[in-house]
């Protein structure tokens, strides 16, 4: 039955190489056949996983006696993974009408799209089910070298020179944590994830600041992806440029295998009490406030919606990495309740800017003015992620944030503990001021505004809105992750329940 935990991981990538290799077809429905079937069929596998494979292992084979490639998924590789299915089985779904043919000029490189896509979807379940952090270096390098392609997708000089950072960036961390894992491997057990660290305790007395260089060195790396100061240039430039369910699953998902590194190395490899009270969190959480504060800013001031929403990635996602600087209960209930959170609203957020654009055209905020009119049920969708995403009860940003602000208060961290608090609050503010300008001039486009004059059927002329809704087929998962963002903030005891299990477990 352990085997069962192989299926989400292999499935996916071999149906995704099937889709590559083959011929093109003529009738793209073949291609949304295979693709929507392999969604479907992987996201059952890993429910199925989710209640029958935690703590089971498996050992795929041996780099040498001592690093194995091996799976072992714990209660918080599954979290990942759930939320790593719901996104992409979504995301994946709004592709299909998303590459529909436009005026009848089919979408070049459809089938090269969805072979990525679902090689990267069983990529990414391997590195959650990772059971050690060879395993985990070995997916995550897999995961930046095949994500790739989506963000070269339009092969257009912008993509090319966006993904060409994105890799750069990306080696540039991945090498930083490596070389921290070759000094990790003399003072540890073993390299298995295991819940408060693996330090051998005889063997660092005398070596502490190397140590610390090491485990400094491992966090800045893994940070890359997930966008921190100061190496978070390349996650601006590259998700604009993708295709919208790619910019979704990039901002809202690839940047959690970042997160996921830093909380594997500090929680399960060194352990929380080896880094609190050193250098190493002082620096870390200056970098992670200057982040969200830095991130919060030049979202507010970027007139691209794409690009003002990947700005708002940047500074989100080092929320998340501010509750795991604080290695403190509460703070990292609050970390890892945002990760989830964070996923569904900036997905849902990006697959509204890919409606919008796909619908209008329109890729500037200052656009936008009357859309709430055109496209109501998105705009609606829109409004509600955003109140999320700012923290405003009883949605699910809020509970995420409330419990980063006790936890950074209960830390008693000098300055921290307060101005933690302070800048969250400040950037909750420059995120509405980002945010719902777009609704407000949306539905309110003011007393001057003159929609598109437009044809009736009688042939008269006259100003009025004429609706531009996306299609079904792109709502359904824009209304479902709305639904979740929401939800999620109205009954999150269950969710909580089960991370304070696993905070527990490793504090």
């Not at 089938?111 to 089910?129: A, E, M, P, S, T």
């Amino acid at each position: 039955m352990i085997y069962i935990m192989l299926f989400p991981i292999f499935f996916p990538i071999a149906a995704g190489l099937f889709l590559l290799v083959m011929k093109e077809p003529e009738d793209r429905r073949i291609l949304t056949g295979i693709t929507g079937a392999a969604l479907v069929m992987t996201g059952a596998s890993v429910a199925y996983a989710l209640f029958h494979v935690s703590g089971e292992a498996i050992i795929l084979f041996r780099f040498t006696v001592t690093l194995p490639i091996y799976f072992k998924p714990d209660n918080m590789g599954l979290l990942f993974a759930a939320a790593v299915t719901i996104v992409w089985v979504l995301a994946g779904f709004f592709s299909f009408s998303y590459m529909e043919p436009h005026h009848g000029i089919r979408e070049k490189g459809e089938k090269r799209f969805y072979g990525y896509y679902l090689i990267v979807f069983g990529i990414l379940l391997g590195l959650d089910f990772a059971g050690n952090m060879i395993t985990f270096y070995m997916f995550y390098e897999l995961m930046t070298l095949l994500s790739m392609p989506l963000v070269i997708h339009a092969r257009s000089r912008e993509a090319v020179m966006a993904a060409l950072k994105y890799m750069f960036y990306s080696f540039c961390g991945a090498y930083m944590a490596l070389f921290g894992l070759y000094f990790l491997s003399r003072f540890g057990n073993t390299l298995t994830f295991t819940a408060g660290g693996v330090l051998d305790k005889s063997m660092a007395p005398g070596n502490e600041n190397l140590l610390l260089v090491t485990a400094f060195f491992m966090i800045l790396g893994f940070s890359v992806k997930a966008g921190m100061f100061p190496l978070h240039a390349w996650l601006p430039t590259a998700h604009p440029v993708a295709p919208a369910p790619a910019s979704a699953v990039l901002s809202a998902i690839i940047v959690k295998g970042g997160v996921l590194g830093i909380i594997r190395v500090v929680y399960y490899l060194f352990g929380a009490e080896f880094i609190r009270g050193t250098w190493v969190q002082t620096v870390w959480l200056t970098l992670t406030l200057l982040t969200v504060f830095m991130g919060s800013m030049l979202a507010y001031r970027e007139g691209m919606l794409k690009k003002r929403l990947a700005y708002s990635t940047v500074s989100q996602v080092s929320y998340i990495l501010f509750g795991l600087a604080l290695l403190q209960p509460a703070a990292l209930v609050g970390a890892v309740l945002h990760v989830v959170f964070h996923a569904f609203i900036k997905c849902a957020l990006f697959l509204i800017a890919g409606a919008v654009i796909h619908k209008t055209g329109k890729t500037q905020v200052g656009d936008l003015t009357g859309i709430g009119k055109e496209m109501p049920v998105t705009i609606w969708c829109f409004t509600f992620v955003s109140l999320a995403l700012t923290g405003i009860p009883p949605t699910s940003g809020f509970i995420s944030k409330w419990y980063l602000a006790i936890g950074a208060l209960e830390s008693k961290i000098e300055v921290f503990s307060w101005l933690g608090p302070v800048v969250l609050l400040v950037s909750a503010l420059l995120t509405a001021g980002y945010l719902l300008p777009v609704t407000i001039k949306g539905f309110f486009p003011g007393k001057d505004y003159q929609y598109p004059e437009e044809s009736t059927q009688d042939g008269k002329k006259g100003f009025f809105t004429k609706k531009k809704e996306t299609s079904f087929y792109m709502l359904i998962p824009v209304v479902t992750l709305t639904v979740l963002a929401v939800a999620l903030g109205i009954a999150p005891n269950p969710l909580i329940r089960y991370i304070s299990g696993i905070v527990s477990e490793i504090l």
